[in-house]
């Protein structure tokens, strides 16, 4: 009994550890985005002013300057599902800092019964884990796929990420046991919605699969 009574509290606790973590990564890049909107003005300016002075190749400078800065922090993913597109945009821009290239396709037309908190629990452990096993490798060969979609009833995903020949059959984290926690806990959210989920790693790269049902969560034991 006392021993479920600490399992119960380390899982609270890493929970709510995990969502402020993620909150804040999307607060920041909704913060990115806001400040480079209240500067828009100050960026026409600068270039009027150069335009003023016949300055065309400063101009072009800046206009380099604003586009790679907007690239950084603007949102990628449109799926339909507000949750889904916060969760996926902030790893992504994080993704993006870290030099990782990542191929998105996401599609949720739909609401979603799994709950929010699932939802990040689940994507965002997904993400960081590949882009742990992404930074073991140079720059030029760390890569991320992600594919989401509405497969009849059920929320499908699948992540494909780069690893290091010497990584690529660890199917646990070995970054720690928050991290072994985090596979963990997605593996209880696919069990609690009476979901599937397949690993596999081949030839440098992991994948995983995840089918999630769009329904009532099924009752334990039955």
């Known amino acids: 009994m006392l021993l479920d009574k600490l399992i119960a509290k380390r ?27 209240h500067d828009y003005r100050h960026h026409i300016q600068v270039m009027k002013i150069h335009a003023a002075n016949g300055e065309f190749e400063e101009i072009v400078k800046y206009l380099d300057m604003l586009d790679e800065d907007l690239t950084n922090i603007e ?9 889904a597109d916060a969760i ?54 760390r890569l991320i796929r992600i594919y989401m979609e509405m497969k009849g009833n059920y929320l499908y995903l699948a992540l494909t990420n780069t690893a290091s020949g010497a ?28 979901g599937y989920i397949t690993r596999a790693s081949e030839d440098n790269a992991f994948s995983t699969e995840i089918m999630l049902p769009q329904g009532e969560i099924p009752m334990m034991g039955k």
């Open 88 to 141: 996926l945009n902030s790893k992504l821009s994080i993704a993006a800092e870290k030099q990782i290239n990542v191929k998105a396709v996401a599609r949720i037309p739909v609401a979603l019964t799994i709950s929010e908190l699932d939802l990040c629990i689940v994507i965002g452990n997904l993400l960081d884990n590949a882009m742990d096993a992404c930074m073991e490798l140079p720059a030029e060969e």
């Open 167 to 194: 990584k690529k059959r660890n199917f646990r984290s070995t970054k720690g046991a928050g991290h072994g926690l985090g596979l963990a806990r997605v593996d209880a959210v696919i069990k609690k919605y009476g």
């Open 75 to 83: 949102t990628l993913i449109k799926t339909g599902n507000q949750m």
């Open 11 to 37: 899982v609270d606790s890493f929970e709510t550890e995990i969502l402020q973590k993620y909150y804040a990564e999307v607060e920041n890049m909704y913060a990115q985005m806001r400040g480079w909107r």
